[in-house]
């Protein structure tokens, strides 16, 4: 078997551990993109249809229109069934469609090479250095996530926006785009929960690898 050397095994295990960053995260888009699930429990939780003065069916309408323009694969121009919006609102979910799309390819893109990596190295005698480091990269992202929304939440969901977009239509006037009252802040804190979420997920499935590796390795000295 082809032995691997200790620097070879953390430059396989960052590796792996951002494919599978990407990955987690492309799922976790993917969730939040086809299931309304985290929106229906936040109508109640944030008092949405208090806070806008809109029916339910009202509010869900609107949101599953703006979620089916925001698929990759949609067609025509942005629309809304009952809320008015102006071209910059429109942009700005123009926008959000192609950073989806993106992300998807990414992910896509990160579970192929996984994939790869894996057939490449059935001969190679792996240590679980390489799972472990993995698993780091994405403790790392949930930590760094974690300490940034809990320092100053409304200054990351700034951040964040500026990292990703490169104007400033994100920041809606509610007179002329009322959609933004549909979605309120913390409703994104809750996304990213979500992603924290699969992120950690990514880490577990990855020690737990590393662990069975390690297991494998013990066995075999002991034979």
């Known amino acids: ?73 949609s067609k025509g121009s942005f629309s809304l069934p009952t809320l008015a919006f102006s071209a910059e609102g429109a942009q700005h979910f123009a926008d959000c469609r192609r950073l989806f799309l993106f992300f998807y390819v990414l992910a896509f893109a990160a579970g192929l090479l996984l994939v790869l990596r894996a057939f490449r190295s059935r001969g190679e005698d792996k240590s679980a250095v390489r799972y ?20 100053n939440p409304s200054r990351s969901f700034v951040l964040f926006h500026k990292l990703l977009f490169s104007n400033d239509y994100w920041m809606f006037d509610p007179a002329r785009d009322p959609v933004i009252l549909l979605l309120p802040e913390q409703f994104f804190y809750h996304c990213a929960a979500v992603f924290a979420c699969f992120w950690g997920i990514g880490a577990f499935l990855l020690l737990q690898a590393g662990i069975r590796e390690k297991k494998k390795r013990e066995q075999g000295k002991q034979s």
């Open 1 to 73: 078997m082809k032995k691997t050397g200790v620097l070879h095994e953390v430059s396989l295990g960052i590796e792996i551990g951002l494919c599978t960053l990407l990955l987690a995260t492309g799922a976790a888009l993917l969730l939040l993109h086809s299931c309304d699930l985290l929106y229906r429990l936040d109508l109640k939780l944030l008092k949405i249809p208090e806070q806008t003065g809109l029916d339910v069916a009202v509010i869900l309408e609107n949101y599953h229109a703006m979620m089916a323009y925001l698929n990759p694969f």
């Open 132 to 151: 472990f480091v993995a698993a780091v990269v994405l403790i790392g992202s949930v930590l760094l996530a974690g300490i940034a929304i809990g320092v």
